[in-house]
């Protein structure tokens, strides 16, 4: 049992670095291009 909650806990970790990444490169967009450049869906 111990297995499957270090194996959610990994996928956690990386869907959190995921969503991180993905604010920031959608911030650094909007800074370049003006808001609006991107919408979330």
Same mark, same amino acid.
């Given at each position: 049992?111990? /297995?499957? *909650?270090?194996?959610?806990?990994?996928?956690?970790?990386? @869907? &959190? /670095?995921? *969503?991180?990444?993905?604010?920031?490169?959608?911030?650094? @967009? &909007?800074?370049?291009?003006?808001?609006?450049?991107?919408?979330?869906?």
């Amino acid at each position: 049992m111990p /297995a499957k *909650n270090i194996e959610k806990n990994g996928q956690d970790k990386v @869907i &959190a /670095a995921r *969503n991180k990444n993905l604010d920031l490169a959608i911030q650094q @967009i &909007a800074k370049d291009y003006g808001d609006g450049a991107i919408m979330r869906l």
